[in-house]
């Protein structure tokens, strides 16, 4: 449990770095960033799906249940992004307002943690305990690959730029 704040943060940078880098690319309006990301919600279903191996009842009973989390979870992130005060800003606030910022991301790390317990018991309800243990390994193993897709995409963005 110890590690979960950590996890929670590390989730986030991703999909901070990640939508940035879609708002950033030349050309690329929001409705080019909504199908990259519809592309990406089919690779990590397809993903999931072979590494926990559901059977097409589990699948019935999961996807609901899982696209509920996904969409809470992007929610609260997206909410979560907008609080944020710009690093520039912080230099010039008062004691009383960086506690208040400070509060407020750690109360936004236990919102995220709250919703992940919550769906941890559904899906314990759902499929069994290997399974759930397994989709945490996948989610992670899917997260990591993302990131060094993005990477690489950033560095070979960098390289057309020279």
Do not use: C
């Amino acid at each position: 449990m110890k590690k979960m704040p950590n996890y929670i943060a590390v989730l986030l940078l991703f999909i901070v770095f990640w939508g940035v880098d879609g708002y950033g690319q030349p050309g690329q309006g929001a409705g080019q960033w909504q199908e990259r990301f519809r592309e990406m919600e089919a690779k990590r279903i397809a993903y999931i799906t072979q590494e926990i191996s559901l059977t097409p009842e589990e699948a019935q009973q999961f996807w609901p249940v899982y696209n509920e989390y996904t969409d809470k979870r992007n929610q609260m992130m997206i909410a979560h992004r907008e609080q944020r005060v710009p690093l520039r800003e912080l230099h010039d606030m008062s004691e009383e307002q960086l506690r208040e910022v400070a509060d407020a991301d750690i109360q936004n790390m236990e919102e995220m943690a709250a919703l992940r317990r919550e769906y941890h018991e559904k899906f314990k309800e759902i499929l069994p305990l290997k399974k759930v243990v397994l989709l945490y390994h996948a989610e992670r193993s899917f997260n990591r690959q993302l990131y060094r897709e993005g990477h690489g995409r950033g560095r070979q963005q960098d390289r057309r730029r020279n």
